[in-house]
């Protein structure tokens, strides 16, 4: 049995089915307080949510969800394109974000953590596995995809290239790792990835 308050009124459920009953009761809510969700709770475009909301394992949000500070995810959440958390937000596993996430100061992620284009966040971002971001730079438009750079509390750098969020000596070692979308072949892509590359590179460099 799984709690959730609505309008000072507090409701029970069992299943997802009984969860959306309760909801469709209250189609123009945003939640802003502390509240609690239990699993499996989906949220349509542009929901709301203030400070301290706090949602169990598999939470999937809309397009454009905006959550307040101190807001904590359980495992495997979800969020649509346009996805805002203030400050102090936490995720667990598996957390995975659209485009133009953005995320305040001291944001917290488990591990597999996946997010789109145009990933943004504020000082002390922390990823699983001991990933503690004291600096990070963003850099969109260079290239196909987002690209950017980050620098550890124990100063590790870090580069990320779409997908791939590698350290410095990796990259050194080997840059042409995605032939099939860009390989070594001199082409307007791969070259743009490749500046894209020195970019994040040269920011570590001033920032060391």
């Known amino acids: 049995m799984k709690t959730i308050t609505l309008v000072d009124t507090e409701f029970?459920?069992?299943?997802?089915?009984?969860?959306?009953?309760?909801?469709?009761?209250?189609?123009?809510?945003?939640?802003?307080?502390?509240?609690e969700i239990g699993d499996y709770f989906t949220a349509g475009d542009r929901f709301t949510a203030g400070d301290y909301f706090t949602a169990g394992n598999h939470f999937t949000a809309g397009y454009r969800f905006t959550a307040g500070d101190y807001?904590?995810?359980?495992?495997?959440?979800?969020?649509?394109?346009?996805f805002t958390a203030g400050y102090r937000f936490t995720a667990g596993d598996y957390f995975t974000a659209s485009d133009r996430f953005t995320a305040g100061d001291y944001f917290t992620a488990g591990n597999h953590f996946t997010?789109?284009?145009?990933?943004?966040?504020?000082?002390?971002?922390?990823?699983?596995?001991?990933?503690?971001?004291?600096?990070?730079?963003?850099g969109n438009g260079?290239?196909?995809?987002?690209?950017?750079?980050?620098?550890?509390?124990?100063?590790?750098?870090?580069?990320?290239?779409?997908?791939f969020c590698r350290k410095l000596g990796d990259w050194e070692k080997e840059f042409w790792n995605n032939d099939k979308e860009f390989p070594n072949d001199g082409s307007e892509a791969s070259e743009n990835r490749l500046?894209?590359?020195?970019?994040?590179?040269?920011?570590?460099?001033l920032n060391s």
């Open 12 to 35: 029970q459920y069992n299943s997802q089915e009984e969860l959306e009953l309760i909801l469709k009761k209250y189609p123009n809510i945003k939640f802003l307080g502390s509240y």
């Open 142 to 163: 260079m290239y196909k995809y987002h690209s950017g750079a980050i620098i550890t509390k124990t100063g590790e750098k870090w580069i990320i290239l779409g997908c």
């Open 115 to 138: 997010a789109g284009y145009r990933f943004t966040t504020g000082d002390r971002f922390t990823a699983g596995d001991g990933l503690d971001v004291i600096k990070c730079f963003s």
């Open 195 to 205: 500046k894209a590359y020195k970019v994040a590179k040269y920011w570590l460099e």
């Open 71 to 82: 807001f904590t995810a359980g495992d495997r959440f979800t969020a649509g394109d346009y």
